[in-house]
């Protein structure tokens, strides 16, 4: 199983950029589907987006297409989340995630293996 712990989040101004850092656990972590969700404050838990276990596909919520990227770095067993352009709307507390099984293409909801503590992130207008 892959643990994960988050890292990155902090206050940025809208327009601003940062880059989330889920460092993870686990001798298999190559083998396993990544991804990162928000919750912002009365809002329920959303999808951002994940990484297929190869790194071979990505997928991205709508709200953050062409503003986010998703990468892995399986060497140093860490997937990253660069945010670029941020708005106000972008605030809450992100949650890294692994998959419950290996060799996902995809994360979503019911795929979560094990959740990070979550870091988060203000944005400023």
């Known amino acids: 199983q892959v643990q994960v712990v988050e890292s990155g989040g902090g206050l940025v101004q809208a327009g601003g950029s940062l880059r989330l850092s889920c460092a993870a656990s686990?001798?298999?972590?190559?083998?396993?589907?990544m991804g990162w969700f928000r919750q912002a404050p009365g809002k329920e838990r959303e999808f951002v987006a994940s990484?297929?276990?190869?790194?071979?596909?990505?997928y991205y919520a709508d709200p953050v297409k062409g503003r986010f990227t998703i990468s892995r770095d399986n060497a140093k067993n860490m997937v990253t989340l660069q945010m670029n352009s941020l708005n106000p709307e972008d605030t809450a507390l992100y949650y890294c995630?692994?998959?419950?099984?290996?060799?996902?293409?995809?994360?979503?909801?019911?795929?979560?293996?094990?959740w990070g503590q979550g870091t988060q992130v203000t944005v400023s207008s």
């Open positions: 990484i297929s276990w190869s790194g071979g596909s990505t």
């Open positions: 686990g001798r298999t972590f190559s083998v396993y589907a």
């Open positions: 995630a692994s998959d419950r099984a290996p060799y996902g293409l995809r994360l979503t909801n019911a795929d979560i293996g094990s």
